[in-house]
C-alpha cells in the first residue's frame, strides 16, 4: 500500500514538471531528474512571465522521500504565483524573488530547506540574470569561449530570516547555453576528488549539446543511485 502511495505521488509529482523540453522563443529548455527514491526532492521548473521575460530554476530539497517531496508541491505552487503577482523589481533584480520564497517558507515551519538557482531572462536583450542560494554545483555557462562556471554565494532559502542574494548577468549568443545540475550528480560520480568531478562536468557540458549525450558523458546509470540526479540546459536557438 506505501509503495502505490508513493507511486501515485511520483505520478502527480511529474506532472508538476514542465513540458519536456520547451522552446520560449527562441531559446529551447529541457530538464532529466532521475530520483533515488521513488519520490524526488529535486525540483525543476520555466516558465513565461510577460512577453518579453521567462524565469527558470533548479532546486534541491534537503533530505530525501516524501518530505522533501512535499516541499517540490510548494515550488509549483510558488512558479504559478510568480506570474500573477511579481514586481517589476524582480526581472532585474531576482534575488527578490528568492527572498520572497524564504519568507513563505520560514512561515510555513516545515523544517526544511531549499538550495536553488534562479535565473530571469530577457528575450530582448538576451541576457540572463542569475541568483544562487547555496546551490552546488554552480551553474555552467557554455560559450564560443569554452564551459566555465558562474560562481555565486548566497544562503538556502528556508533557514535564515534575512538573506540577500548578488546576481550574475550573462549574455547568450546563438548556441550559447547554460547548463545546470544538482549535486546528486557529483554523489554518484566515480572520480576520486571534487576537482575531477567538476572537470567531468564542464567537460559534458561543453561537448554536449542535447541532454542524452551529457548524461552519456557523465557515465551515469539509471538505477539505484544515492541521490537524486538533475539537469537543466537552456540552450538560445536563434
Not at 544538482?182 to 561543453?206: C, F, P, R, Y
Amino acid at each position: 500500500d506505501l509503495q502505490r502511495d508513493q507511486r501515485a505521488g511520483r505520478y502527480i509529482q511529474m506532472g508538476m514538471l514542465p513540458p519536456n523540453p520547451m522552446a520560449i522563443d527562441h531559446y529551447r529548455l529541457q530538464h532529466r531528474i532521475i530520483p533515488s527514491l521513488i519520490l524526488s526532492g529535486d525540483f525543476v521548473d520555466y516558465f513565461r512571465i510577460t512577453d518579453r521575460y521567462f524565469a527558470f530554476y533548479i532546486a534541491d530539497v534537503s533530505g530525501h522521500g516524501a518530505s522533501s517531496a512535499f516541499v517540490t508541491v510548494l515550488l509549483k505552487n510558488f512558479s504559478r504565483r510568480l506570474r500573477r503577482e511579481y514586481r517589476a523589481t524582480m526581472l532585474s533584480e531576482p534575488g527578490e524573488i528568492l527572498q520572497w520564497i524564504n519568507r513563505e517558507l520560514l512561515d510555513q515551519k516545515i523544517d526544511k530547506h531549499v538550495v536553488i538557482i534562479l535565473a530571469v531572462g530577457d528575450l530582448q536583450r538576451n541576457s540572463v540574470c542569475l541568483v544562487n542560494a547555496g546551490h552546488f554545483p554552480p551553474a555552467i555557462l557554455v560559450n564560443e569561449a569554452g564551459a566555465s562556471f558562474i560562481e555565486q554565494r548566497g544562503k538556502p532559502v528556508g533557514l535564515f530570516d534575512e538573506v540577500e542574494y548578488q546576481p550574475h548577468e550573462v549574455d547568450l549568443a546563438v548556441g550559447d547555453r547554460l547548463v545546470l545540475f544538482s549535486d546528486g550528480v557529483l554523489d554518484a560520480m566515480d572520480s576520486a576528488n571534487l576537482s575531477q568531478k567538476e572537470a567531468v562536468l564542464l567537460t559534458a557540458a561543453a561537448e554536449s549539446s542535447q541532454m542524452e549525450a551529457i548524461w552519456r558523458k557523465l557515465g551515469l546509470s539509471e538505477g539505484v543511485v544515492p541521490d537524486d540526479m538533475t539537469c537543466l540546459t537552456v540552450r538560445r536557438e536563434s
